[in-house]
């Protein structure tokens, strides 16, 4: 049983009884005591009052035998709840079952008049990914990758891995630092240090085929890793602004490794920070496409040369054509 889960348990529990120990939480739940006592802590944490009776027979009683105080949302933190649920429909988010089931408690909670508008918000409001033929508030049906729940609750634990990853037709395992999870082009990625080939590496975790805690003594310490990376980094050379349009078009596709960031809490203009190796024919060419893929809503802060000379070559040709 997770401990997510067993915590959930134990409070059902104990809030149905005037009285219990810590052993009688070892004995139904079958754990330590160190375990049970711990649990006890975090339920406490929580907020569940608990009292503990000091003394040879002593244990614990729940206050008015009441669970954490009645939660209230303001009609607008409601609105905002749920407009989440409705925005990220359709990413491959993790916990979607939980995720539906706590839309499910959150509309048992709320009067009629918060439920009508929630319908309403729901009949208007289309976002990417949603069918506007049944735009049903928990239709939340995206599965994520199946490795991508059990990756974060190891995360939780630990940053030190040990990934098998498809490579090909083969399958290959190495000890594996992560720096950060994250969803890109529909996509979920994990990028770290290999431990063995001392180097920064993206995985897709759809080529994930196993991941289990480091248990190696020979950790590289996360100081190191950080020294290591910062003499691998490559000098940007690239330097956008990004417009409205542009954006929109960066949305649609971008190379990998490319990333921006927002200059306006509105996310209509944004910076690009790149470097291009303009010595590799392929990297060129792709970049530059890549440019015309975004169209005239750029401005330009820094460019290679190389980069700028074929931009300007494709964009003549263009104009010759037409």
Same mark, same amino acid.
């Given at each position: 049983?997770?401990?997510?889960?067993?915590?959930?348990?134990?409070?059902? @529990?104990?809030?149905?009884?005037?009285?219990?120990?810590?052993?009688?939480?070892?004995?139904?739940?079958?754990?330590?005591?160190?375990?049970?006592?711990?649990?006890?802590?975090?339920?406490?944490?929580?907020?569940?009052?608990?009292?503990?009776?000091?003394?040879?027979?002593?244990?614990?009683?729940?206050?008015?035998?009441?669970?954490?105080?009645?939660?209230?949302?303001?009609?607008?933190?409601?609105?905002?709840?749920?407009?989440?649920?409705?925005?990220?429909?359709?990413?491959?988010?993790?916990?979607?079952?939980?995720?539906?089931?706590?839309?499910?408690?959150?509309?048992?909670?709320?009067?009629?008049?918060?439920?009508?508008?929630?319908?309403?918000?729901?009949?208007?409001?289309?976002?990417?990914?949603?069918?506007?033929?049944? &735009?049903?508030?928990?239709?939340?049906?995206?599965?994520?990758?199946?490795?991508?729940?059990?990756?974060?609750?190891?995360?939780?634990?630990?940053?030190?891995?040990?990934?098998?990853?498809?490579?090909?037709?083969?399958?290959?395992?190495? &000890?594996?630092?992560?720096?950060?999870?994250?969803?890109?082009?529909?996509?979920?990625?994990?990028?770290?240090?290999?431990?063995?080939?001392?180097?920064?590496?993206?995985? &897709?975790?759809?080529?994930?085929?196993?991941?289990?805690?480091?248990?190696?003594?020979?950790?590289?310490?996360?100081?190191?890793?950080?020294?290591?990376?910062?003499?691998?980094?490559?000098?940007?050379?690239?330097?956008?602004?990004?417009?409205?349009?542009?954006?929109?078009?960066?949305?649609?596709?971008? &190379?990998?490794?490319?990333?921006?960031? @927002?200059?306006?809490?509105?996310?209509?203009?944004?910076?690009?920070?790149?470097?291009?190796?303009?010595?590799?024919?392929?990297?060129?060419?792709?970049?530059?496409?890549?440019?015309?893929?975004?169209?005239?809503?750029?401005?330009?802060?820094?460019?290679?040369?190389?980069?700028?000379?074929?931009?300007?070559?494709?964009?003549?040709?263009?104009?010759?054509?037409?």
């Amino acid at each position: 049983m997770k401990k997510v889960e067993r915590i959930n348990i134990i409070m059902r @529990y104990i809030n149905n009884r005037a009285h219990f120990t810590i052993s009688e939480i070892m004995h139904e739940f079958n754990i330590s005591r160190s375990t049970a006592i711990r649990d006890i802590r975090e339920i406490e944490a929580m907020g569940m009052p608990l009292v503990a009776e000091v003394g040879r027979d002593g244990g614990y009683f729940v206050m008015n035998n009441s669970v954490l105080p009645t939660v209230r949302f303001t009609d607008n933190e409601l609105k905002a709840l749920f407009i989440a649920f409705m925005a990220t429909r359709n990413l491959q988010l993790p916990y979607l079952k939980s995720r539906h089931s706590l839309a499910e408690k959150l509309l048992g909670l709320i009067s009629q008049n918060q439920q009508d508008d929630l319908v309403l918000l729901n009949q208007i409001l289309l976002f990417e990914g949603t069918n506007p033929h049944n &735009p049903d508030l928990l239709d939340l049906s995206d599965l994520p990758h199946p490795m991508l729940e059990q990756l974060i609750q190891i995360l939780l634990e630990d940053c030190y891995l040990v990934v098998s990853v498809e490579e090909g037709r083969e399958i290959k395992t190495y &000890p594996f630092y992560l720096m950060r999870l994250y969803r890109e082009k529909s996509s979920w990625q994990i990028e770290g240090f290999s431990l063995e080939e001392e180097k920064r590496r993206i995985i &897709p975790v759809n080529n994930l085929t196993d991941v289990r805690p480091y248990s190696g003594k020979k950790r590289i310490s996360k100081k190191k890793i950080a020294e290591q990376l910062k003499k691998q980094e490559e000098a940007i050379n690239l330097v956008l602004e990004l417009g409205p349009k542009a954006i929109a078009q960066f949305k649609k596709y971008h &190379p990998l490794k490319i990333t921006i960031s @927002y200059t306006n809490p509105y996310q209509t203009t944004a910076i690009l920070k790149t470097f291009i190796n303009v010595h590799h024919s392929d990297e060129l060419n792709e970049i530059t496409n890549w440019l015309l893929f975004l169209g005239g809503d750029i401005k330009v802060r820094e460019i290679p040369k190389e980069v700028m000379e074929g931009f300007q070559g494709r964009m003549d040709g263009l104009g010759t054509r037409n």
